[in-house]
């Protein structure tokens, strides 16, 4: 009679535990799906992006036999630096193009067929002749850059079979590059210029340059601030600062300050730094004003954990041995608690690098050419130039967005791997 009980007993108990792992499997399929979901998606990310991006590293150029005329260049025969600066490079251009199709000769072809080329084709040409004045009267063979409809036709992104009125590249135009083709004059070669120049309304002639030196100086304004401050006020509240409502009120707001959206410290800053200290609008050194605004709270949170996470004993032993408080953190505790301070420092500033909102509220979405020569210059900065290029209507311009995103991803990835490094580099174990 007992043992059916017992039995009973065994087998609930045996099916309780089936259930259990039956539900633990479920759980862990259920995390794995998510898991390899996300993984798709981020997967799926790099790929549109790389793919869309990785043609921006080459340009289109057509090969031209460009007469260097020297009364066009330079008529007095001077050889005036400045006089061959501002000579009309894009008419020999012209000339070499025309001389290459004699047989267009009415007005509207030859507008046509000096659309093929950029209108900064005669860059290279200027370039060449001030390198070497010599070349002056000569007739060099010289690729310059081609438009960037002909770009993104040579490059695929437009199907050469599509209707005349769905592409921006006429019949006539495509016979002539055609042509130029047949002839080996050509080429996709890298684009120097989107590493090297600043932002422009051609698309073969923009580049990160000014955006990449204009985050630069807003990063080390925002370094400079916010590493000191941060630090000397994670110290003093940590170590320093007695228990009482006030501090803890400090402490609430540093918290509260650490989730507030970005665009609210771009709003403050427009108020505070341009309109009441009369600052330059668009000047790096604003921006990186705002950007230590938004980074102050995520450093002292970061360096108030360091600080914790240094065992009392450390700072037990130095007060035993007759070291002074301020001697006992600045050279047991602090030394300890950098590596972490570092860390918190280096994640704040990636953060910063990758704001667009609080820039755009102190007018650095403004349209900069010019490489800024010091923080007070008007510049702009990576994320805005991928906000600018992103709404541009040209075809071209998608590809230098993708592009630019991707270089703004390795300077995160760069930032994080030197957090990771520095903290196993001040490691200390104890």
């Not at 005036?80 to 501002?86: I, K, Q, S």
């Not at 199709?101 to 507008?111: H, I, K, M, Q, S």
């Not at 009441?276 to 360096?303: D, K, N, Q, W, Y």
């Amino acid at each position: 009679m007992s043992s059916t009980p017992r039995t009973s007993v065994k087998e609930a108990v045996a099916r309780g535990i089936r259930r259990r792992y039956a539900q633990e499997s479920v759980f862990r399929a259920l995390g794995l799906g998510a898991l390899l979901i996300g993984l798709g998606f981020l997967a799926f990310f790099f790929y549109t992006l790389i793919a869309n991006g990785y043609t921006a590293l080459a340009q289109t150029r057509l090969r031209l036999d460009v007469a260097l005329d020297a009364t066009v260049i330079d008529p007095t025969g001077s050889r005036d630096p400045a006089v061959l600066e501002g000579a009309d490079y894009q008419k020999l251009v012209r000339d070499a193009l025309g001389a290459r199709f004699p047989e267009v000769t009415a007005r509207g072809d030859l507008r046509a067929l000096f659309a093929l080329v950029s209108p900064g084709a005669g860059l290279e040409i200027r370039r060449l002749v001030v390198a070497d004045p010599r070349a002056i009267g000569t007739t060099r063979s010289v690729w310059v850059l081609a438009d960037d409809d002909v770009d993104v036709l040579v490059k695929g992104h437009v199907s050469r079979d599509l209707p005349e009125v769905d592409r921006r590249i006429t019949d006539r135009q495509l016979e002539w590059l055609s042509r130029l083709e047949s002839e080996g004059r050509v080429a996709l070669r890298f684009n120097r210029y989107f590493f090297l120049s600043g932002d422009s309304r051609d698309p073969e002639l923009a580049g990160i340059w000014s955006a990449t030196v204009g985050s630069f100086y807003m990063l080390l304004v925002t370094l400079v601030l916010s590493f000191p401050l941060g630090v000397a006020t994670a110290i003093y509240l940590e170590e320093f600062a007695p228990r009482n409502r006030w501090t803890d009120l400090i402490e609430v707001n540093i918290n509260n300050l650490a989730a507030v959206p970005s665009i609210v410290f771009g709003l403050l800053g427009l108020a505070v730094f341009i309109n009441e200290f009369g600052l330059p609008r668009s000047a790096p050194l604003v921006g990186g004003l705002v950007l230590c605004l938004m980074t102050l709270p995520v450093i002292i949170i970061a360096s108030r954990a360091a600080l914790t996470a240094v065992p009392p004993s450390i700072r037990e032993a130095a007060l035993g041995v007759g070291a002074s408080k301020m001697q006992m953190v600045l050279h047991h505790v602090l030394p300890l608690a950098l590596p972490g301070m570092l860390t918190g420092t280096i994640i704040g500033m990636a953060r910063a690098l990758g704001e667009s909102a609080p820039l755009l509220m102190i007018g650095m979405v403004a349209f900069i050419v010019d490489t800024p020569e010091t923080p007070l210059d008007p510049a702009t900065a990576l994320p805005v130039q991928v906000y600018l290029w992103a709404d541009s209507p040209e075809r071209a311009f998608v590809e230098r967005t993708s592009a630019a995103i991707i270089v703004l991803l390795v300077f995160l990835l760069m930032m994080n791997a030197a957090a990771i490094l520095l903290r196993k580099r001040f490691e200390r174990r104890y």
